[in-house]
């Protein structure tokens, strides 16, 4: 796949890069302390950078006074803030700003608004979902990253019919109790009770599959990162007078993983081109979105795996930074589903849609 970096792009891969460069993980506590998460929130500086500086504002649409370039340069700066292990939810925010009104996007390309979202599930593990009355809405939902620091929730919820639909909620007008996922992020289980809703869109199909997507972009960049680290330590690291990475078992392990890293890479820029070439609802988007995130969560897997095993010793030790892209790539590849629960979607969407009719 050759498929052209307009300058927009670029110029957002350039200055994220300079952004993320100087974060330091390790002035967060390491999520092998405790049990108890790392932080109440989100990292607030962080995110003024980035509106600051003009990224958030890169993505949103020109309408709105943004760059306007959209998913691409969405994907674009979440493969950086995966590598960083940005602790901002960025995946949620783009997830909502890509369906509900415009009138509150403004907002965001500032900074002043934070928005986060209950998609961390996979439809087929939720047993009660949300209701929706009217504009009230009822019922828990859970795993929702930074649910103190945010300021919207986007949550699916059936309305009396059974349709399901997106909500925008203020989360001041949820009841919140703490959960505390593998990289020591906050999460929360959100209870509402006759909570009003501030607007209501059908796109939940989009925002799942959206979800997907920019969570593949996550890992992408997480597993390159690793991969990154492993290959400096592996040419550094001294063993029997040679560099490991002159040993055959490590450089054909290595060079497995960085297979992994382009695929999953070919894969999601795929499904970024297929949504714009075809819409997010074809069965040829949808397609290479499944595809995309089966790869992104098994190809993190393996490049994780196999950077700590390359690291010996140092691979688990707490005090290198390692062992943090492990627990982030584990969080992420089940983010709103497995890579089997995936490889079941894509297999429903081949039956339905054979992939000789969409040629």
């Known amino acids: 796949m050759d498929q052209p970096v307009d300058d927009a792009l670029e110029a957002i891969g350039e200055l994220s890069s300079e952004v993320f460069k100087d974060l330091d993980i390790e002035t967060t506590r390491s999520p092998a302390y405790s049990n108890e998460a790392v932080s109440d929130e989100h990292d607030r500086r962080l995110w003024r950078i980035l509106a600051d500086t003009g990224l958030l504002a890169a993505v949103l649409p020109a309408s709105v006074g943004g760059g306007g370039t959209g998913l691409p340069g969405m994907v674009r700066l979440l493969s950086d803030a995966g590598a960083a292990l940005a602790r901002l939810p960025l995946v949620e925010t783009f997830v909502a700003v890509s369906v509900i009104d415009e009138k509150h996007l403004p907002a965001v390309l500032s900074g002043e608004l934070v928005i986060t979202a209950a998609l961390a599930e996979h439809p087929s593990t939720i047993t009660a979902p949300l209701r929706l009355t009217g504009q009230r809405l009822n019922g828990i939902t859970q795993l929702v990253p930074y649910p103190l620091s ?30 505390v996922t593998t990289t020591g992020e906050p999460l929360g289980v959100l209870e509402f009770i006759d909570a009003e809703v501030m607007e209501l869109c059908d796109a939940v199909g989009e925002a799942r599959a959206l979800a997907a997507l920019f969570s593949s972009a996550t890992l992408c960049g997480i597993a390159a990162r690793a991969l990154a680290m492993t290959a400096e330590y592996v040419g550094g690291r001294v063993q029997f007078g040679h560099p490991l990475a002159t040993f055959q078992g490590v450089a054909l392990s290595a060079a497995d993983r960085y297979i992994d890293s382009r695929a999953m890479q070919a894969a999601l820029w795929d499904a970024v081109y297929a949504i714009a070439e075809n819409g997010i609802s074809s069965p040829r988007a949808r ?28 691979g688990v030790d707490v005090t290198y930074p390692l062992h943090r892209y492990h627990a982030w790539a584990r969080y992420w590849e089940l983010y709103g589903g497995s890579a089997e629960a995936w490889s079941g979607d894509l297999g429903e969407l081949i039956a339905a849609h054979p992939i000789e009719e969409d040629q």
Do not use: K
């Open 150 to 179: 945010s300021d919207l929730v986007l949550v699916p919820a059936l309305r009396e019919d059974d349709t399901e639909v997106l909500a925008l909620v203020s989360l001041s007008t949820a009841r919140v109790g703490d959960q």
């Open 287 to 314: 397609y290479a979105i499944a595809t995309a995130r089966v790869w992104a969560a098994d190809g993190a897997r393996r490049v994780v795996g196999s950077a700590q095993h390359l690291h010996g010793g140092f």
